[in-house]
């Protein structure tokens, strides 16, 4: 079953989190995921979520989403992300 990680991020240096970008995205298609959006433009039509950049992942299930928060490649990267940027996500299975 498709798994899909939701992600706001609030970017507080926007210089060195350019290099996060670069490099995320070969272990998000290295444990089987992609982007279905990513920074654009979010309205708000109920509540009062003020979601700064989100970005949307489908990944092929849970296990996937969990492999690449462990993964030991990942780890430089999350501590640079954490660093520069304050981030929420939170992942649910799909249909």
Do not use: C
């Not at 350019?18 to 654009?40: F, M, N």
């Amino acid at each position: 079953m498709p798994a899909y990680l939701i992600v706001n991020i609030q970017v507080k240096d926007a210089a060195a989190y350019e290099r996060y970008k670069a490099e995320v995205p070969a272990l998000i298609r290295k444990h089987g995921g992609e982007y279905l959006a990513r920074g654009g433009k979010a309205l708000v039509y109920e509540g009062d979520w003020k979601p700064n950049r989100l970005v949307l992942f489908r990944f092929p299930n849970m296990d996937a989403i969990q492999a690449l928060f462990v993964d030991p490649e990942y780890q430089p990267l999350k501590d640079l992300r954490q660093s520069v940027a304050y981030t929420e996500s939170v992942a649910v299975d799909g249909l």
